[in-house]
């Protein structure tokens, strides 16, 4: 029914998530982003921003033509609003939701992400930005550890798509410079989430993909060299 266009990182590993927890069917299509498969026509006719993950889906609602969707807090909205689950049909808890959900696409993932390339892949380490971003993130996991205090989930007491986008973001913590200890109610979280058979299952599903080399020299140009000219080539 799904067609994932997926490379195992943490926006990717967002949606096999879900995709596991709702039981669909799906099929895995590599979008090797190191290797440029990004910026193929076909895929930047799904994802004109030139960024996995991004899906079709072959038997949409309103049973027209198939329907593709990019960026994963779109993605994580679609299927939720498809199939029924994990996004409450209320209207206070649809908006508590959906505010945790664009908490992690406009701070969590973006901080973390700017994190990750400063500590792992700069060319030479910058002090100021080093510190910067792991003070961002350290930041974050503190709002994120405050927030689930008393809740079993972000949004309370069921599993919803602001966890799935979160937790992805959360695996790397040591990567990205924190201490889960220092956040005993993220930690609580994260255990749980991790404990989860349909979590095995989506990190199994990216296993083989992530033994490749994630970023290779030349895979750095493609990720971290684009301009507008390169993406209109």
């Known amino acids: 029914m799904i067609d994932l266009h997926y490379w195992p990182t943490p926006n990717g590993h967002k949606i ?9 069917d799906y099929t895995i299509h590599p979008v090797d982003i190191s290797a440029g498969d990004q ?14 993950p991004a ?12 329907v593709s969707v ?3 807090g779109a993605i994580l909205i679609y ?19 959906l505010e945790w959900l664009f908490w992690q696409v406009g701070g969590l993932g973006p901080m973390a992400g700017q994190n990750h390339h400063f500590v792992q892949y700069a060319p030479e380490q910058i002090p100021y930005a080093i510190d910067r971003y792991v003070k961002e993130t350290n930041r974050l996991y503190g709002v994120l550890n405050k927030r ?4 079993a989930f972000i949004a309370g007491d069921e599993l919803t798509i602001a966890d799935m986008a ?14 889960l200890a220092d956040f005993p109610e993220l930690k609580r979280w994260f255990e ?8 095995a299952r989506a990190y199994e599903k990216g296993a083989e993909l992530a033994k490749r080399p994630s970023v290779t020299d030349e895979g750095k140009k493609i990720l971290f060299g684009q301009t507008a000219a390169n993406v209109q080539k």
């Open 39 to 52: 910026f193929k026509p076909d895929f930047l006719a799904m994802s004109p921003n030139n960024r996995m």
């Open 148 to 151: 689930l205090a008393g809740r």
């Open 55 to 66: 899906i079709v889906d072959r038997a949409p609602a309103d049973g027209g033509e198939p």
């Open 166 to 179: 979160c937790y992805p973001w959360v695996v790397p913590h040591e990567r990205q410079r924190q201490n």
């Open 16 to 24: 096999t998530l879900f995709l596991e927890e709702a039981g669909l």
């Open 79 to 97: 299927l939720a609003e498809k199939t029924g689950k994990f996004l409450p049909a209320d209207l206070r808890g649809r908006k508590t939701v």
């Open 70 to 72: 990019f960026e994963s």
């Open 192 to 199: 749980a989430i991790q404990a989860r058979p349909a979590t």
